[in-house]
């Protein structure tokens, strides 16, 4: 297979996915990724998109995205 190059940055659609898929996961009962004491889980209203949120800007996320690309003939 030849190598394709890409960024590393994701695209809005990719960040949505992940930070969805990621705020399911803690609604459901999965513990979090980053230390969070009470105060800050006040401040983010417990809400598990919030959450998520920060652990995605914290780069702390357990999710990748893995690009698949078409066949080149």
Known sequence: MENVKTTL???KYEKA???GSRAL???MG???TVKLDAAQL????????EIAKLEFEKDALPITVRRVFPKAE
Do not use: C, H
Request: aromatic share 10%; net charge positive.
């Open 42 to 49: 006040k401040e983010l209203r417990y809400s598990p998109v």
């Open 30 to 32: 999965a513990p979090f």
């Open 25 to 27: 996961q803690i609604s």
């Open 17 to 19: 996915r992940v930070i």
């Open 9 to 11: 940055d994701m695209t």
